[in-house]
């Protein structure tokens, strides 16, 4: 049951208008690093501040998790992608080796694709390897991406659990009235064309791209 899990999430907080620690259902969310007044962030764009923050945030997202650790005794420590915070968590293991270190893998990119993008992966590459092989459990989304974990040199268990859809809730017929409040609502008009996503803000997804392309669209778009 959802109620019997509590989940302490560590992640940048960059705007300063929102809050540093924020409570919703059973996650209690805590926001740190410098942050500056409405920043604007893109993989293209980031402020310096921002920038900073985000490259600390292995040892500030540790030092977090650390304090925190003392006072809830924190039964699993996971980390989600093998990014800045795999390196917090793996700091994390390195301190607290009996609290399990679970990480979740969703990028389908190739090794060669990941260096290719993150050039200082070539010098740090033997710690890198470690936020794999350090790892007691690992989630993967797909059997590529645990191919890629067991190229990386990973022996331990790996469990793949696709990302999934209710099918039913998103093909179920809506009611008309539903239909026209929503219209209403977004101020859809008679052939206005919505563009919506569900993937993440990150440069391979081109989300900002399209953005971009909004300018030189049709209005009714």
Same mark, same amino acid.
């Given at each position: 049951?959802p ?7 560590? #992640? ?8 540093e +620690?924020?409570? @919703?259902?059973?996650?209690t ?9 409405? &920043? ?5 764009? @980031? ?14 997202s540790? !030092?977090?998790?650390?304090? =925190? ?8 420590v ?8 795999g390196?917090?968590? !793996?700091?994390?293991? *390195? #301190? *607290?080796?009996?609290?399990? *270190? ?11 694709? +990941?260096?290719a993008?993150?050039?200082? !992966? ?9 936020? *794999? ?14 191919k ?8 331990? &268990? ?10 039913? $809730?998103?093909?179920?017929?809506? &009611?008309?009235? #539903?239909?026209?409040? =929503?219209?209403?609502?977004?101020? $859809?008009?008679?052939?206005? #064309?919505? =563009? ?5 803000? +990150? ?10 392309? =909004?300018?030189?669209?049709? &209005?009714h +778009?």
């Open positions: 049951m109620g019997d899990y509590e989940f302490d999430m560590i #992640t940048l907080r960059f705007d300063k208008s929102v809050p +620690v924020e409570r @919703i259902g059973n996650v969310v805590h926001r740190i690093g410098m942050t500056t007044g409405s &920043p604007k962030i893109s993989d293209r764009q @980031i402020p310096f501040k921002a920038k900073l923050a985000k490259l600390l945030f292995p040892f500030t540790f !030092l977090k998790a650390r304090s =925190l650790h003392k006072r809830r005794a924190y039964d699993i996971w980390a989600m992608m093998a990014n800045h915070a390196f917090g968590a !793996l700091l994390f293991k *390195y #301190t *607290y080796q009996k609290v399990p *270190y679970f990480l979740e893998l969703q990028d389908g990119n190739t090794l060669e694709q +990941v260096k993008r993150q050039p200082i !992966l070539f010098l740090l590459w033997p710690l890198y390897k470690r936020v *794999y092989l350090k790892a007691d459990v690992i989630k993967v989304i797909s059997h590529f991406i645990e890629l974990a067991r190229n990386i040199g990973f022996t331990g &268990p790996i469990e793949v659990i696709p990302n999934a859809v209710d099918v039913a $809730k998103f093909s179920a017929s809506i &009611p008309k009235e #539903t239909e026209v409040e =929503l219209k209403s609502k977004f101020g $859809k008009k008679l052939g206005d #064309t919505f =563009l919506f996503t569900a993937s993440r803000l +990150v440069l391979s997804r081109g989300v900002e791209d399209v953005i971009r392309s =909004l300018a030189f669209l049709p &209005p +778009v």
